[in-house]
């Protein structure tokens, strides 16, 4: 017997959950190119991008994924052969290091590994030591979706100022935007990276690169930039094509706007950030209390350094490889792979184990993720803690608080 028939269930990182409502609205003939609504929407859909990173700065929107998202950044903030500074906080801020460096600019990494966030202490040291004033730019993620940890970006932005270093602040908000609170203005981002498929609950295809006046100002004439990535025109199109360098991504434009309206004009976004963080940590609540009796570990061991779209933890003897085949074939639930924790050949690749609470999500889909992952411990004869789902439950209801949080 196997109980995952019914609607299946994807609590992986991206592509996040998207509502019905999305889908319907992308569910048409292909609409007039030339004229119209469409233009209508995508005036609207700037406008939103621009709401939901609270900003004033210019957006250019790209069909890429996150990955396309990062090289566009590159493409528009560099010249071959600038410097750039890396932050590593997990898989993702490594990933847009190597696309820099592929790209030919020459990049000095920070790694604080997989499981603490950046310390500005030492970001404004490594400024300090650039003497000649070389970097152009700082790039991290502000959750890294591969480890979980949220990165205080404010704080790096301090870490900046103090060293009177003119670098660029580019910060990547792909696992962020709409789940964490994020202030592109209020906290000094000059370059912002974002995806549809997470917290934007679109499918897989829309990259937003969001810049600064300023950042526009010290990347002109940037030698990296092609035409098709250019930003400018984007950003501030006299003609419809140039919005896209081409033909409009019609149909993503359809989902994304009725997405953006749910998210910013329906629920709004200190609720949905309200509604991630009770979800969040009604996951944390429930890993600890697996933890008290197993080898069960949350990645990201301070609550403060945690992002609220996204879990990422420890299940070890191979617990969290097991536990995420039950739950898809038992159970009709997809868990996110332990992604860059260790390489899929090291017999610890199957230790870790990622659960998304990111987007159209609700109490109801997190307590089940919850309750389908004990039962599959307790088939599997994985050893955890009791109490795990009572917890989670006493989150949701508003009663618990977890250890670390005030
Ligand atoms: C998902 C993600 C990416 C990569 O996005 P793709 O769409 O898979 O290319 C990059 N950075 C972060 C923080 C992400 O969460």
Redesign the pocket.
């Known amino acids: 017997m196997s109980l995952s028939n019914g609607r299946p269930y994807l609590a992986i990182?991206?592509p996040s959950v998207m509502p019905d409502r999305v889908l319907r609205a992308m569910h048409r003939a292909a609409p007039n190119i030339y004229e119209g609504a469409l233009h209508d929407l995508t005036r609207d859909v700037v406008a939103d991008l621009k709401r939901v990173a609270l900003t004033d700065a210019h957006v250019a929107i790209y069909i890429?994924?996150?990955?396309?998202?990062?090289e566009a950044a590159n493409a528009n903030i560099f010249s071959r052969g600038d410097h750039a500074l890396a932050i590593l906080t997990g898989r993702?801020g490594l990933?847009?290091a190597l696309s820099a460096e592929a790209m030919g600019v020459q990049v000095q990494r920070i790694d604080f590994g997989r499981q603490s966030p950046a310390d500005p202490d030492r970001i404004e040291a490594a400024l300090r030591a650039d003497t000649d004033r070389r970097i152009k730019a700082v790039t991290l993620?502000?959750?890294?979706?591969a480890s979980s940890v949220r990165n205080d970006i404010a704080a790096v932005r301090a870490a900046i100022d103090a060293a009177g270093h003119p670098a660029l602040l580019a910060v990547?908000?792909?696992?962020?935007l709409g789940c964490d609170p994020l202030k592109m203005d209020d906290w000094g981002i000059d370059v912002l990276?974002a995806?549809s498929?997470?917290g934007l609950m679109t499918p897989?295809g829309l990259?937003f690169v969001w810049f600064s006046a300023r950042a526009r100002e010290v990347t002109r004439g940037a030698d990296l930039r092609t035409p098709y990535w250019d930003w400018g025109p984007r950003a501030t199109p006299a003609q419809y094509y140039q919005y896209f360098a081409g033909t409009a991504p019609t149909h993503h434009i359809y989902g994304l706007a009725e997405a953006l309206k749910m998210l910013v004009h329906e629920e709004g976004l200190p609720a949905a950030w309200a509604r991630h963080a009770t979800l969040a940590r009604a996951v944390w609540a429930a890993f600890e209390a697996w933890g008290q009796g197993g080898d069960i570990a949350l990645n990201i061991a301070d609550p403060a350094f945690r992002g609220t779209s996204?879990t990422a933890a420890r299940i070890g003897d191979g617990g969290a490889g097991r536990l995420r085949r039950w739950c898809e074939e038992e159970a009709g639930v997809t868990l996110g792979i332990g992604l860059g924790m260790a390489e899929p050949t090291d017999p610890a690749y199957g230790d870790f184990l990622r659960v998304a609470h990111m987007g159209h999500v609700n109490a109801h889909m997190t307590l089940g993720v919850l309750s389908v992952m004990e039962a599959g411990m307790r088939a599997l004869n994985v050893p955890h803690g009791d109490g795990a789902l009572a917890a989670a439950a006493g989150v949701v209801a508003g009663g618990y608080s977890i250890s670390g949080l005030h």
């Open positions: 990182p991206g890429a994924n996150g990955h396309g998202g990062w993702f990933g847009w993620t502000h959750v890294d979706t990547d908000a792909i696992a962020s990276v995806a498929q997470k897989p990259a996204v």
